[in-house]
């Protein structure tokens, strides 16, 4: 009678091996999921912390300037911007108002016409009929999915505003508080990081706010020289929308082109041009400014997370890419190749 084979499948140190790899990677797939899942927590928390930023910047220049304390200080620059921000929207809004309603009617009467004068020539003509074979026209459901619902989106401000509200009033709470869950010995250090990461969204935010406010004007004076329709309302759209590096400026040109071409074929392209060189200004003399007290990063790892996180967190992913990658870097920087390599020869600032 043959000898009975134990039941112990998993005692051969083979199968042990893999059943442990299987193991290892299931969890790590579920801890992941459960990551990206969650990640869009992450990108609310970090823009609370740029809104927070963002005042708290302010109040430090008072602050400099002045003997007012910091809590004063904060008041005077909410009270500040709010007011700022009320003046020029009192100031602007008929004239801006005027020419969205006209933009939303003028807009798709250009892009009719622009289709049109494209048609009659024969690269045109074969290049949208190449875009008809390739059946490119976004769903209406997919449109949706990609920018949200407008509960969506202003829920999403609501959280990022009141998030950005609790951080700037009382950031040593919330700085503190992260520190402790660290060990005694790490605490001097994650401050150390958590401070520079603070520092850094700081720079970076005030620096595109100038770089914004640049493009808006350069943008405006072109457009208006150019003899471009609704020049102002286009200058608008171009300032607000180039926070998002790689995609922003694409986007701020497909309403100034089409309107353009309802002007003339030169005139629009003379704004491709207009576009491209502010672009190209912003790019090569203001990021660099910006980035003078950042690390730096290159743009290719920018474009990368913004295609990720827009793949798995939507519109707000690819608009926050820029100082999530700011931020990991220092991290990297600081907590890894200086506490862990100890290597000192990445600087995270320049002076």
């Known amino acids: 009678m043959p000898d009975k084979i134990p039941n112990k499948p998993f005692t051969d140190p083979f199968t042990k091996k893999i059943v442990q790899s299987i193991g290892i990677a299931i969890v790590t797939i579920l801890l992941t999921l459960l990551f990206l899942k969650g990640f869009r927590v992450i990108l609310l928390i970090l823009g609370g912390i740029l809104v927070a930023a963002f005042f708290l910047g302010i109040a430090d220049f008072i602050r400099s300037k002045t003997p007012l304390s910091r809590n004063l200080s904060l008041l005077i620059s909410v009270l500040l911007i709010v007011g700022l921000t009320s003046g020029i929207s009192f100031a602007l809004a008929p004239r801006i108002s005027e020419q969205t309603s006209s933009l939303r009617e003028q807009l798709p009467q250009a892009a009719d016409e622009t289709l049109n004068k494209l048609e ?67 605490r001097a250090r994650t401050k150390e990081i958590l401070i520079t990461m603070g520092t850094t969204l700081k720079s970076w935010l005030l620096g595109k706010l100038l770089s914004m406010l640049i493009v808006g004007v350069l943008t405006g004076i072109g457009l208006s020289i150019l003899g471009v329709p609704l020049a102002l309302t286009l200058a608008l759209f171009a300032a607000l929308i180039s926070f998002i590096p790689n995609f922003g400026p694409l986007l701020a040109l497909i309403p100034a082109f089409l309107l353009a071409f309802t002007v003339d074929s030169m005139t629009a392209l003379y704004v491709v041009i207009l576009y491209f060189g502010i672009q190209a200004i912003e790019s090569n003399v203001f990021t660099p400014m910006i980035q003078r007290k950042m690390i730096s990063f290159p743009m290719a790892m920018v474009l990368i997370a913004q295609v990720v996180l827009g793949l798995f967190t939507g519109i707000l992913g690819v608009i926050l890419a820029v100082p999530l990658v700011a931020v990991i870097m220092v991290l990297v920087k600081m907590a890894y190749i200086e506490d862990v390599l100890g290597d000192d020869s990445v600087s995270v600032k320049e002076n």
């Open 120 to 186: 009659s020539t024969e690269v045109g003509s074969m290049l949208i009929s190449q875009f008809e074979s390739l059946d490119m026209n976004p769903k209406k459901s997919e449109i949706t999915n990609f920018f949200g619902s407008l509960f969506e989106v202003l829920s999403t401000i609501y959280i990022i505003l009141f998030l950005g509200i609790f951080f700037m009033v009382a950031p040593e709470k919330y700085l503190k508080g992260i520190v402790s869950l660290f060990p005694k010995r790490k």
